[in-house]
Each structure stands twice: as C-alpha cells, then as structure tokens.
Nanobody, 124 residues
Framework: QVQLVESGGASVQAGGSLRLSCVVS????????AGWIRQKSGKDREGVAS???????TFADSVKGRFTIFRDNAKNTVYLQMNNLQFDDTAMYYC??????????????????WGQGTQVTVSS
C-alpha cells in the first residue's frame, strides 16, 4: 500500500520560510517523479514544483527563485523549501508521485499517488 505523508505546514508571517516534507512508503521514490501541488481556498489545484528521477526540477513562475524542491531517495522523502513566503502562498500543499514527461525542459508530473495535504498560512 502506497502512502505519502506530508508535514511541515504552519502559520508564518510574510517573508518567513518553511520546509515541507513528504515521506513516501510503498514504492521507491527513486523510480518515480514527484511534485508539490497546492490548492488555495476556492481555487483549483496548481502545480508548484516537480522533480524527475534525475533530480531535475521545474517550478511555477509564481515561486521561482523562492522555492526549491529536492529529494532524498535514501529516506524516500521529497522536500519543498519555501523562502520569502507571501500571503498569496497560503494554501493546502499536497505531495504527489507518479510519471512525468519533459517538454522544452519543463517537467509535467502526472500524479498517481497523493498525500493528505499540509496547510500553509502566511499572514501579511
């Protein structure tokens, strides 16, 4: 049984930092693409960052230069480091693993497995 368990969500002030973690069990992270998707209140889900099995990464324009995604395959864990958080980053953040494709250097994740989400709230 595959499980993804996120942690690290919290309430922070604008300009602050958080690191989200996603521990994967049930399949080796090294064989899968992974990513973080967020959902703001009343909005559709949007991709934030994706990483392929080689460790290459793609970021949404809104988080470029502020967020970093990285994986520790030995720990079967994928992380999202979020710096200089803004009010507009407030959302539920979900971790996902699955397959991916690369088009013009942009990684497109097709999620197969999802975590339950962790809430990030940024106050201005």
């Amino acid at each position: 049984q595959v499980q993804l368990v996120e942690s690290g969500g919290a309430s922070v002030q604008a300009g602050g930092s958080l690191r989200l973690s996603c521990v994967v069990s049930g399949h080796p992270l090294s064989d899968y693409c992974a990513g973080w998707i967020r959902q703001k209140s009343g909005k559709d889900r949007e991709g934030v960052a994706s990483t392929d099995v080689a460790g290459e990464a793609t970021f949404a324009d809104s988080v470029k230069g502020r967020f970093t995604i990285f994986r520790d395959n030995a720990k079967n864990t994928v992380y999202l480091q979020m710096n200089n958080l803004q009010f507009d980053d407030t959302a539920m953040y979900y971790c996902a693993t699955g397959s991916c494709s690369s088009v013009n250097g942009i990684i497109h994740l097709s999620p197969r497995y999802w975590g339950q989400g962790t809430q990030v709230t940024v106050s201005s």
